[in-house]
């Protein structure tokens, strides 16, 4: 157990941060996750670097989890004669199919579904919606637009619909053929980008069959018209506010972060906030104190993972970042107030069945019996520690379970420290023997201190959750 903070770290693995000695200093900073970004490198690339992590976790008896982001149907302009041009307001600018550079009076999309969905009056946001173009009218292989705010505009740069539903599939053939690479290789996590509903969710779940668990990227407003259907059908969410910032209103996006946060507590997903969270420290060594206090937040929300995005994968100060997550997470933690704010933002209604009911009872428990130092969750799926870290007690969850990959996919999960055990339990006594000894071992209790243990009986039962057992260490 060698953190000690609730919060995990995901940082995303890239050029600034793939060799071996990086990747070690990144783990003994705290990192608890890695994001691997399908939308760069390639298979040999990704390959080599989930090797690294492997086996550095296992030298450093650390289970981390690792996941997939595949790139989605990402929307882009083709290229220009001159590699860039500049749009200036109130010009026409026409998109089309034609297979040529682009000019400053029109460049190709090569998306025909963007053109069979648009209607005049639509906006398109290009370059991250610093290009703002209003549909004058269209057919079914080009668009004449009005160019709203003009700029630079260079080849390859992302398109934008907001408030608009396209009849593509989260997963193209690219992401497809990087999903079954990404399997194969054994990741723990497979991040969906581009959602926009929850049918996006079922198709990747058929794909998947349980080899990894699901995390859907919210960055698109159709998703969040379907939230709590999205969030209940994926195993953990993210919230992209990079796309989300601009397919919806900037101002919206903080109180969008804490609703899908809370929707997430609602439903035991753990949730991730990414996006810009250190952003200056691609450059500089130290952050912004606004970049900090946007970290806080998510602490203080009850995100479970803050991730950093280009900060660890192309940044200057790759070890220096996760560090000052780190310490931001540790000071947030240490707030007397902290677990009050936990209690506060616990969901109305979070008893919605056996499972429920037995991992909020522990939690209550811990409140009143004394000395009670930790839960033992034992756990074959995963899906106990996530109800029980559901809850945010104020003692450490330890998890307890057979399955490696169970204890690296708990990586993102909040406070969820991580043991495994294969016994086989023949007896109630020894299911009790093993989580005393967990207890004491991990250093979370002493003699004379309490327990609680929760799992499924009949002992070994995959999928339930039906005991609550209190033990006291003699």
């Not at 053929?177 to 723990?188: C, E, I, K, Q, Y």
Request: contains cysteine; glycine residues 6%; aromatic residues 6%.
């Amino acid at each position: 157990m060698p953190k000690n903070t609730n919060t995990r770290i995901l940082a995303t693995i890239g050029p600034s941060s793939a060799d071996e000695d990086t990747i070690s200093r990144l783990l003994d900073a705290g990192a608890d996750a890695f994001r691997f970004n399908f939308s760069h490198g390639t298979h040999e690339e990704h390959r080599q670097r989930y090797e690294i992590v492997r086996r550095l976790s296992e030298e450093k008896g650390l289970f981390t989890a690792i996941i997939a982001d595949l790139q989605g149907p990402k929307l882009r302009v083709g290229v220009f004669a001159n590699g860039s041009v500049v749009l200036k307001e109130g010009q026409q600018f026409v998109l089309d199919m034609k297979d040529e550079p682009g000019t400053a009076e029109r460049v190709t999309l090569p998306h025909r579904e963007i053109f069979a969905t648009v209607k005049p009056g639509d906006e398109l946001l290009l370059n991250d919606g610093n290009i703002v173009l209003e549909v004058e009218s269209c057919d079914a292989c080009h668009a004449v637009t009005k160019v709203k705010v003009g700029g630079e505009l260079s080849g390859h740069k992302g398109v934008n619909l907001p408030n608009i539903k396209l009849p593509i599939s989260a997963i193209t053939e690219k992401d497809k053929d990087d999903l079954r690479f990404a399997l194969d290789m054994g990741v723990d996590w497979v991040c969906l980008s581009f959602v926009q509903s929850a049918e996006d969710v079922r198709a990747a779940r058929e794909l998947i069959n349980g080899r990894a668990l699901i995390i859907s990227k919210l960055e698109k407003p159709s998703a969040i018209a379907e939230l709590e259907e999205i969030i209940r059908l994926s195993d953990g969410i993210m919230v992209a506010r990079g796309d989300l910032g601009v397919e919806c209103p900037l101002q919206t996006v903080p109180v969008l972060q804490k609703k899908i946060i809370h929707a997430c507590r609602k439903y035991a997903r753990p949730v991730i906030v990414a996006t810009q969270m250190l952003e200056s420290m691609i450059e500089k060594p130290t952050p912004t104190r606004a970049e900090v206090s946007d970290v806080a937040t998510a602490v203080y929300d009850g995100a479970d993972a803050v991730m950093l995005s280009a900060e660890t994968a192309a940044g200057k100060y790759p070890v220096e970042a996760v560090k000052m997550m780190n310490k931001t997470i540790t000071q947030v933690e240490a707030d007397p107030l902290f677990f009050q704010y936990m209690k506060n933002l616990q969901p109305v209604s979070c008893c919605m069945g056996e499972a429920d009911s037995i991992t909020y009872a522990a939690s209550e428990i811990s409140k009143v019996l004394p000395n009670v130092k930790a839960v033992i969750t034992y756990t074959s799926s995963g899906r106990t520690t996530f109800l029980v870290s559901r809850e945010r007690p104020d003692i450490p969850i330890i998890a307890v379970t057979p399955d490696v990959k169970v204890a690296h996919q708990l990586g993102i999960v909040w406070g969820a420290r991580r043991f495994i055990n294969e016994s086989t339990f023949q007896s109630f006594d020894r299911f009790e023997d093993v989580a005393k000894s967990v207890a004491l071992a991990s250093g979370a209790a002493k003699k004379g201190d309490h327990i609680i243990i929760t799992g499924g009986f009949p002992l070994g039962v995959k999928g339930r959750t039906n005991m609550l057992h209190t033990v006291y260490i003699s």
